[in-house]
């Protein structure tokens, strides 16, 4: 007579029977791993919050610890200067460091067009779709306003 597969792991190592409480104590031993980093994290947040340093509260109001009450786990914060209010300890979730901002270089824009040269325009598609407003004033900078005229009524002659 045939033996069972049950009847047979019965009697001998089944590695299949053990996945189940390894994994199981796996877990377990990793949330209680990231409970007490995140303990130790928030002991040391709280070791850096005495009055004069920024901080952010859970609801994202930021402020300066004016004073802490541990016994009534209360803080007082300074919103802006005169404006005050008070927290809960627990709602302070974060100090704020302050790093040292880096300039940039801001781009340096001309004030007017003289800047533009007719090698930059020739490159540049044309500003608007009507050839007759473009303006060319840059392209020629010797032109009197009457040449100016006389040029644009001839292009817009052999465009038409």
């Known amino acids: 007579m045939a033996q069972t597969t049950a009847d047979q792991n ?15 104590a796996l877990f377990i031993f990793m949330m209680f791993r990231k409970q007490k980093k995140t303990q130790q994290t928030v002991q040391q947040q709280r070791t850096q919050m005495v009055p004069g340093t920024e901080v ?13 009450n541990s016994e009534e786990n209360k803080a007082v914060l300074e919103l802006s200067p005169g404006n ?6 627990q709602a302070l979730t974060k100090v704020v460091t302050t ?9 340096v824009v001309p004030d ?10 020739a490159d ?13 004033s840059a392209a020629h900078p010797d ?9 644009l009524n001839r292009e817009n002659k052999k465009e038409n």
Do not use: W, Y
Request: glycine share 6%; no cysteine; proline share 8%.
């Open 143 to 151: 032109e009197t306003p009457e040449e100016t005229l006389e040029r």
């Open 99 to 107: 790093e040292p901002a880096v300039e940039e270089e801001a781009p």
């Open 112 to 121: 007017d067009a003289s800047s533009l040269t007719a090698a930059d325009q």
């Open 84 to 89: 005050t209010a008070t927290v809960h300890l």
């Open 124 to 136: 540049d598609a044309p500003r608007t779709a009507d050839p007759v407003r473009r303006d060319d």
């Open 56 to 68: 952010m509260t859970q609801f994202g109001l930021f402020g300066t610890i004016l004073s802490i």
């Open 10 to 24: 019965a009697g001998g190592f089944s590695f299949s029977s053990l996945l189940l409480p390894i994994l199981l």
